[in-house]
């Protein structure tokens, strides 16, 4: 079974550039928790821990009793298309081991790592019109 991967390594995910916000936001907090507020709450308490594969499968998968290896056989969205990146203006920082940071948008990191031309760099999906 061929096995696909999210992961990215020394890349910077910035903001659709049609995106109407100037600010970054935190996900609502909900009775029932959105994936956006699930990822957040697992990359602003734990920077540079986890890869994109464990963020996505923790927060979309593993509560439904889905094995990594099944959900990884077909593939999956990255965080390209992320409520938290598309919607909510945070980037997303993986560094050399594949471990992954967010950055809100109007913070100096942000755009310390949007010049960092060592990066390669990814836009997000863009917002729908």
């Not at 061929?2 to 600010?23: A, C, G, L, M, W």
């Not at 734990?46 to 056989?73: M, R």
Request: charged fraction near 25%.
């Amino acid at each position: 079974m061929k096995v696909h991967t999210t992961n990215y390594r020394d890349t910077f995910i910035e903001i659709p550039q049609n995106s109407p916000i100037t600010t970054a936001g935190i996900p609502p907090e909900r009775k029932q928790k959105t994936i956006a507020r699930k990822q957040y709450e697992l990359l602003i308490n734990q920077p540079y821990q986890l890869t994109s594969d464990e963020v996505l499968y923790t927060t979309t998968a593993f509560h439904k009793g889905i094995s990594k290896e099944e959900f990884f056989s077909k593939g999956q969205p990255c965080f390209r298309a992320s409520p938290l990146v598309k919607q909510y203006g945070w980037g997303v920082h993986f560094n050399h081991e594949e471990k992954m940071a967010i950055y809100p948008m109007e913070s100096e990191e942000y755009q310390r790592f949007k010049q960092d031309s060592s990066l390669k760099h990814i836009q997000s999906m863009r917002q729908k019109r």
